[in-house]
């Protein structure tokens, strides 16, 4: 079965500084596409980062980069800089290819402290 | 940001009485996804469609029924709503293309049952 498991409901990180967010996962299958959501208080989902798990390069998007450890099936996200507007829950979600069906992992609760 | 619409956005019901979510998509992406979001458990998938009137269970789907008559609208109803259906509900599109599997996300809807 295929599961995301994010071990830390909450995290506090002060303003300019740098945070990492844990994600593991566990599949069977080779090919498949890792996901970091934010989520702000307004509730609504956004796209961070992904990654394909055929790719070896770290994906990065602005602030946000990622740690891809396929053999230890850890998918880490790293916030550099972090701002105010950082502040939300962020889940780690995996996705086989050619299925349609997301696994989310609960979530973390990340408070930038100013 | 990816049209995707929900409508209500806020509703209260009374147990026993059935409800319906709309979910408008102006993106002509084939698949269309229902998730329910509940402290613990991160986001839960109810059904999902891979086209129009082609519709699949999802890992929660007890109690809820899904249509698509249409590429942009997919329809969720609790046929007999009950306190445990009393949540946050996000719609989801993605598409097979350039976008390769990523999901982007309603606004949500709160629903509760009284």
């Known amino acids: 079965a295929q599961t995301v498991t994010q071990s830390q409901p909450e995290m506090s990180v002060q303003e300019a500084e740098t945070v990492t967010l844990s994600c593991t996962y566990d599949?069977?299958?080779?090919?498949?596409?890792l996901f970091w959501y934010k989520q702000p208080p307004s509730r609504q989902m956004i796209l961070v980062i992904r990654?394909?798990?055929?790719?070896?390069q770290n994906a990065t998007e602005n602030r946000f980069s990622v740690n891809f450890q396929k053999a230890a099936k850890s998918f880490s996200l790293k916030i550099s800089d972090s701002q105010l507007g950082d502040t939300a829950m962020y889940f780690c979600?995996?996705?086989?290819?050619?299925?349609?069906?997301?696994?989310f992992g609960t979530g973390t609760r990340l408070k930038v402290l100013a | 940001d990816a049209g995707i619409t929900q409508s209500p956005r806020h509703k209260v019901t009374e147990t026993g009485t059935p409800v319906t979510l709309r979910c408008h998509q102006t993106?002509?992406?084939?698949?269309m996804y229902w998730y329910r979001q509940d402290p613990g458990h991160g986001l839960r998938l109810i059904h999902y469609?891979?086209?129009?009137?082609?519709?699949d269970k999802g890992e929660v789907s007890d109690g809820y029924s899904v249509s698509r008559s249409k590429t942009e609208d997919f329809l969720l109803t609790l046929e007999s709503a009950t306190s445990s259906q009393t949540s946050v509900y996000f719609c989801?599109?993605?598409?097979?293309?350039?976008?390769?599997?990523?999901?982007?996300f309603g606004p949500g809807t709160r629903l509760t049952v009284l």
């Open positions: 469609s891979y086209g129009v009137k082609d519709t």
């Open positions: 979600a995996s996705l086989i290819s050619g299925t349609y069906k997301y696994i």
């Open positions: 993106e002509n992406h084939r698949y």
């Open positions: 989801a599109i993605s598409d097979r293309g350039l976008a390769k599997d990523t999901q982007y």
């Open positions: 990654q394909e798990a055929y790719k070896q």
């Open positions: 599949t069977s299958e080779s090919n498949y596409y």
